[in-house]
């Protein structure tokens, strides 16, 4: 919106200013002059850059002459008018018949002289359907007709010559009949707008003040770092003067975010207070035509400020911390501590941890543990890492087997999966795109998993409740005719096992084989009993 009667390019009197679509006006002249954006190798653009936001608008096909004209910013607002006879007087009547506008005395004369007797004059208030200018507004089809009326069809004014010409048959009314149902559908556009305003003011208010926590909050760590930094002597300074660079990039970098945020808000911002400046003045000072005629640009602007997303809370937190008791290696020869707490992943100091990591079997879900350190060969005691992990067919490439991955949120992950089919497998495990320590691997995925027939006991003696005839497959015995084994008698494998093949691993497959009928009976006699 025009701050003044003269253009803001060239600072000199409105010449047939224009609106464009961002609602800031500009004379033809100076809009002729704006150079379109276009781009190599594409089609020549109809877009230019406004010169007071900046903003990126479309011109319509017709090229400038087809711009909204801007009829407020001829005055600037409604200013008081001379009189057109004497000009020195300021004009408070008008002629509806010759158009001009008269002082009192003027007024006076022209009702006693017999030319202008007849003539129709009004108060200056009562002509509220004409520029800025005090002039009718002429239709630009009949440049002696003035517009008075409203094509809805072609949501333009029109004349009387135009309604009985092109607009025959399109529903028209008075500009004073419609201009109601218009200014009720900006004003709840501009409420909308207005809301946005208070919204944005509000999310503001909070990146300030997230800001200034960001400050204070680096500059209470750097406090705390110079303090623990005292103790020491050049070995501690210099190690503090590292662990203030560092915090100061973080604070850097956190501050330049917040800014960015900021400034996007602040354009968008400006925008909204721009158009609503605009369209409260419109409303407030525009005539029923002018409301008219700006109203589809206006409209089609606040349409687009209020569609536009926004975030309206802070994109950066104070999150940042500095622990006294974190090793920090070697300065100058001497072991110092402190840090701030920002690890990062190494994945060659990443490893892979399990039972059995090389060995599976067909249809059974089995996995590892992921260990994750940082470049220190530490823990990193925190998750969130990316973490990829691939499972393929050696010999059948199309065959590939969709691990699991959870994040327990201690820097370890537990990858678990199910092989279908049994064979040579390559597994590559990966963080942030890197191979960790002994990724890949191969696993040997064997046939159907043997499950053991027999029972996990400490002995025989007990399993079988003391039977002499009950047997095991570690071969142990006791006195007394006991076929079976019992604790520290010969035989016995000194720890809990399976009676159906003595293996003393529990969760191990059955490597028995076919026992004899007298053995069967008597294992089957154990796992009963």
Known sequence: MSSGPRCPVCDEPWVSPRLLPCLHSLCSPCLRRLGTLAEPGRAASRSVLCPVCDAEVSLPPGGVGQLTPDYLALSGGRAAASCDL??????????????????????????????????????????????????????????????????????????QQCVVGRHRQHPCDFTGNVVHRHGDALRELLKSTQQHMGTLESALSQIDAMSSAVHSRAEAVATEICLF???????????????????????????????????????????????????????????????????????????????VAYNTHPSMDDGIQFSPQEKAGQCCGYEVFGAILNK?????????????????????????????????????????????????????????????VCDNGDGTYHVSYSPEEPGMYAVCVCVKGQHVQGSPFTVMVK?????HQGVFHCCTFCSSGGQKSARCACGGTMPGG????????????????????????????????????????SLLRTVAL
């Not at 046939?447 to 499950?451: A, H, P």
Request: with cysteine.
């Open 482 to 521: 006991y076929q079976g084994c019992g604790h520290g008698h010969k035989g016995h494998p000194g720890c809990p096992h399976w009676s159906c093949c003595g293996q003393v691993k529990k969760s191990s497959e059955c490597s028995g084989g076919p026992p004899s009928d007298a053995l069967q009976r």
């Open 344 to 404: 990062a992943v190494d994945p060659a100091r990443c490893s892979l941890h399990g039972e059995d990591l090389h060995n599976a079997h067909q249809n059974q879900l089995t996995g590892f543990t992921l260990l994750c350190n940082d470049t220190m060969g530490e823990r990193m005691g925190r998750g969130g890492e990316a973490v990829r992990v691939t499972i393929t067919h050696k010999d059948k490439r199309d065959c590939r087997v969709k691990p699991t």
């Open 86 to 159: 004497c000009v020195d007087g300021a004009a408070v009547r008008r002629c509806l018949t010759c158009g001009a506008d008269l002082c009192h005395f003027c007024c006076q004369a022209h009702r006693r002289q017999k030319k202008t007797a007849s003539h129709t004059v009004t108060e200056l208030e009562n002509s509220k359907d004409c520029s800025q200018a005090g002039k009718p507004l002429l239709c630009p089809s009949h440049p002696t007709e003035e517009l008075r009326l409203f094509c809805q069809q072609c949501d333009q004014p029109v004349c």
């Open 229 to 307: 930094a005292s103790g020491y002597v050049k070995a501690i300074e210099e190690h503090r003067d590292r662990l203030l660079k560092q915090l100061e990039d973080l604070k850097v970098q956190k501050v330049n975010l917040l800014h960015l945020q900021k400034a996007q808000l602040q354009q968008l911002l400006l925008d909204m207070r721009t158009g609503v400046g605009f369209t409260e003045h419109l409303l407030a000072s525009g005539s029923d035509l002018e409301i008219l005629i700006t109203k589809g640009v206006v409209a089609s602007r606040l349409a687009k400020l209020n569609s």
């Open 447 to 451: 046939g159907k998993f043997r499950e």
